[in-house]
Each structure stands twice: as structure tokens, then as C-alpha cells.
């Protein structure tokens, strides 16, 4: 199964530095919040000048909003296998692999929502669209009226585990992602979340 990979820096370059700096910035943001992380503290944890920060991001929020992404999740396996409970079961489990890749992420975003950080509250309310599409959607064709049902079910669940892993287990989150005995599980809690027999379409 494709899965996500975790962040990656630019190998040289001005596209290096600024993407040194959002790396850095996100680890930060999500270990002391928004008001507890200044350009200062990015720039003295990179060894660089507040102005060298500011030269490729004139303002904190202008930092922090460079770091809120629409997910780039890739090639889905229902963009090149039928529509069938089975392959949407693997979708979702893909969808989850490009977030459980990116603790850091996650971890920022919660504790933004906890203190109504204006940015990150407007990015969760968009962020459900891209779900809505790559799996309401399908689940829709497959259940018809009961697919919005299943769908919002199956997020809230999906949302449940990716936060609970964060919180318990931190960094250590992605790499107990990929161990076989944790994929079996999510796959096992998917294909409960989406009524009837997998086989069904085969």
C-alpha cells in the first residue's frame, strides 16, 4: 500500500532555508503553541538573525499559515482499482497514513484548536472537504443514503485514533503506525465502520 512519507527538506538553496525554517517552526509550534513561540525563538533554535527569518516570512501568522497545507495525499488506490468496500477500505487507511506521517502537524493543530487560534480553527473548517470527496463520496455509490451516516462515523473515528496516538505516544506515533500488528487493527476498526461483506464485490 502507498503510504506518505514524513516531511522532507530541500537539499540546497533559498528553497532549503525556508523550508528548514517551517520545520523548524512547526516542531516548535506544536511543543509551546502559537503564543509561546516567537521568530526569535525559531531563529535562535536554526542559529540565524531575525531577519533572515523574516526575509522569506514577514510575520509570525504569515509563518504559521505557511505551515497550514491542504494534505497532499498522492495517488489513492480508488484512483486506479474499482470501487469496491475492500479498495475503500485501503483508501481511508491511506488517507490516515499522510497524517499519522506527521505527528508534528497534528499535535500543533491540536493544541491550536484548544486555544481558538483563529488559523487553525478556519483550517479545520475546511479540512473535512477533501474527506467528503475521497470518501463520503464513494461510500455514498456503495451505501447510498446511509453513506453520510457511515461517512461521519467513520472520520470521527479516523479523528479519535490519530489523536489519541499523538497524545500518547508523541514522535513515536509514526513508526508504531507502520507495524503490522497496528495496520491490521485499523483495518479491522475500518471494515466494521463500513457496513457489509467486503467480498461482496468481488
Not at 533559498?14 to 526569535?40: N, Q
Not at 497524545?167 to 466494521?192: I, K, P
Request: hydrophobic share 40%; net charge negative; glycine share 8%.
Amino acid at each position: 500500500m502507498p503510504r506518505a512519507l514524513p516531511w522532507t527538506s530541500a537539499p540546497t538553496g533559498e528553497g532549503s532555508t525556508r523550508r528548514r525554517i517551517l520545520d523548524t517552526a512547526r516542531v516548535l509550534f506544536a511543543e509551546h503553541g502559537y503564543p509561546g513561540t516567537s521568530v526569535r525563538l525559531i531563529a535562535r533554535t536554526l542559529g540565524m538573525s531575525d531577519p533572515a527569518v523574516y526575509y522569506h516570512f514577514p510575520t509570525k501568522q504569515a509563518l504559521y499559515r505557511s505551515l497550514l497545507i491542504e494534505p497532499e495525499y498522492g495517488e489513492l488506490p480508488l484512483d486506479r482499482l474499482p470501487l469496491t468496500r475492500e479498495n475503500l477500505v485501503e483508501q481511508v487507511v491511506h488517507l490516515f497514513g499522510w497524517w499519522a506521517a506527521r505527528p508534528e502537524f497534528g499535535r500543533m493543530l491540536l493544541r491550536e484548536q484548544l486555544t481558538g487560534q483563529e488559523a487553525s480553527m478556519a483550517f479545520m473548517e475546511t479540512s473535512y472537504e477533501p474527506w467528503r470527496r475521497e470518501v463520503e463520496r464513494p461510500l455514498g455509490v456503495l451505501l447510498g443514503i446511509g453513506g453520510v451516516d457511515a461517512s461521519e462515523m467513520l472520520y470521527d473515528m479516523m479523528c479519535g485514533i490519530f489523536w489519541d496516538g499523538i497524545l500518547s505516544h508523541g514522535d513515536r506515533f509514526t513508526e508504531m503506525t507502520l507495524e503490522d500488528a497496528f495496520q491490521r487493527r485499523l483495518r479491522a476498526m475500518v471494515q466494521l465502520a463500513i457496513p457489509g461483506p467486503l467480498e461482496e464485490e468481488a
